[in-house]
């Protein structure tokens, strides 16, 4: 008899061994889920989002749908505003030709998004009203960086949206090619003398229209130039002041063309002028002077466009199509490379 009671206290305490471990290895799960479902968005706010996404809506530009479309999400888009400006990325992506726009920033249409049924929205950080009406809505959002993003946060959003759609392996090897490639170009910059260094302009359409934001300036140092624009330097540019500045290059924003600068009569005594060293920023699947996964490019076509003698090693060619085979899975064209330039640089 005493046997059999030592038995079943036996039994009995390796059962609350086993539910015990159970009950831990459940909760530990539940925490991880949780852990594994917060990050925190370009407005500081840690979002919980669902752990299955299927449908997402997107307010904003800045290389949004490019993050998207990298980690896997294609088809999920319902709803983003005209990828007309890129047709390249329409063509690697022709779906998007048939997605609702819905609006864009603080000009949204809330009915016409609601109807989309997103499961998240992605939101740019500079549009508050547009955002808190989809949020007043009731659909749930998370705020990009877009053209606020710097070298290091927008790596950290490839990180965050890739962990959101469940592709973290690609979204880790992203921004390991961003690691890579700018660390190979700094080394190059690295020997270039502070004597040869061009002082280089970045603007819009017209002269006064100057980019002197914290990404553009990076971009320009990160390549190897000097920004012509003093980093105290606020308010209105006007062209007395370019004057002075006197830069080495001009830099407009893709799309916004060179004609307009070159054929200035107030400026035709800069030295950018003067020396034709005015040059149109390409566009790939999005604009390389701003922040998007392929903005890589754009700091190695700079680089080579500054200063072709020290970066004959870089092959540009070979580093797009490596780049849109590895992250848009898409084996580029000589000719589609080609029509990705203005100034053939």
């Keep these: 008899m005493k046997r059999i009671v030592a038995l079943l206290v036996l039994s009995l305490a390796l059962v609350l061994v086993v539910l015990s471990g159970c009950s831990a290895t459940k909760a530990e799960s539940t925490a991880t889920t949780q852990k594994s479902t917060a990050i925190i968005d370009a407005a500081g706010r840690e979002i919980t989002f669902p752990e299955k996404i299927e449908k997402i809506a997107i307010t904003c530009n800045g290389g949004t749908t490019h993050e998207v479309a990298i980690f896997g999400g294609a088809d999920m888009i319902v709803a983003q505003p005209s990828m007309a400006k890129f047709p390249q990325l329409l063509k690697m992506y022709p779906q998007f030709n048939n997605v609702t726009n819905a609006g864009s920033f603080d000009d949204i249409n809330i009915e016409q998004l609601m109807g989309t049924e997103p499961d998240i929205v992605l939101v740019g950080v500079t549009s508050k009203k547009g955002n808190a009406l989809i949020e007043e809505a009731g659909m749930p959002t998370y705020t990009m960086l877009i053209g606020s993003a710097g070298i290091d946060s927008l790596k950290q959003e490839f990180l965050n949206l890739g962990h959101m759609m469940n592709n973290d392996k690609k979204a880790e090897a992203l921004v390991k090619h961003w690691n890579d490639t700018l660390d190979d170009l700094d080394k190059i910059v690295a020997t270039i003398p502070e004597s040869e260094r061009k002082s280089v302009y970045y603007t819009g359409q017209v002269i006064t229209k100057a980019n002197n934001g914290a990404w553009g300036r990076s971009w320009i140092e990160g390549s190897g130039g000097v920004n012509a624009i003093p980093t105290d330097t606020t308010g209105d540019i006007s062209v007395e002041q370019v004057m002075e500045w006197n830069p080495d290059v001009i830099i407009t924003q893709g799309g916004n063309g060179t004609a307009d600068l070159l ?83």
Aim: hydrophobic share 35%.
């Design 263 to 345: 054929g200035d009569a107030r400026i035709q005594d800069m030295n950018a002028i003067k020396n034709s060293q005015v040059y149109e920023c390409p566009i790939g699947g999005f604009w390389w002077d701003r922040p998007s996964p392929e903005s890589t490019l754009g700091f190695l076509w700079l680089a080579k466009t500054l200063y072709p003698d020290y970066t004959k090693n870089i092959d540009l060619k070979k580093e797009t199509k490596d780049f849109f085979k590895e992250f848009y899975e898409y084996d580029l064209s000589d000719a589609e490379y080609e029509s990705f330039f203005f100034d053939k640089k």
